[in-house]
């Protein structure tokens, strides 16, 4: 009898321990209690909403090549479409940013190497958060996701 009320103890000694480890932590999830902002723009912007660029080193300086990156707005307020320019090369991508109940703002940071970037946006603290990283290994261009974002929306009845 007395191994049972010992385990027992245990058990709950156990148990409580956890409660209190999670009640410290802070939660970096965030909740959406209205979705206010519109899913299609009443005005779409010509111009570049964030830009980078950075001159291309040329051996004779005979051409005046540049790696850029900026990023448009399309119709859809969360999606924009990215241009590429490295050397005589243009290429395209798309970049959709998760809907946090607020106006999306995209930016464009340096990396950490030459010739790299990294396209993100700021959230609702305006801390900025990675999403792709454009940069040029060995005279190719790559561009990749380096991190994903979600959501959780709650619609009151």
């Not at 959230?123 to 959501?151: H, M």
């Amino acid at each position: 009898m007395k191994k049972y009320c010992y385990l027992l103890s245990l058990v709950l000694l156990f148990s409580c321990n956890k409660t209190k480890e999670t009640e410290g932590k802070k939660e970096s999830s965030m909740t959406i209690l209205n979705d206010t902002i519109p899913t299609v723009r009443k005005v779409v912007s010509k111009a570049a909403v964030a830009s980078y660029s950075e001159v291309v080193k040329d051996k004779d300086n005979l051409n005046d090549w540049k790696f850029a990156v900026d990023v448009f707005e399309t119709e859809e307020t969360f999606k924009y479409k990215v241009k590429i320019k490295y050397k005589e090369l243009d290429a395209d991508d798309h970049l959709t940013v998760p809907n946090f109940g607020i106006q999306p703002t995209v930016k464009i940071e340096k990396g950490e190497e030459e010739l790299s970037c990294i396209i993100g946006f700021l959230d609702k603290d305006g801390a900025f958060k990675e999403f792709k990283r454009v940069e040029v290994i060995g005279d190719q261009l790559k561009i990749k996701q380096t991190k994903g974002y979600g959501r959780s929306v709650v619609r009151a009845k």
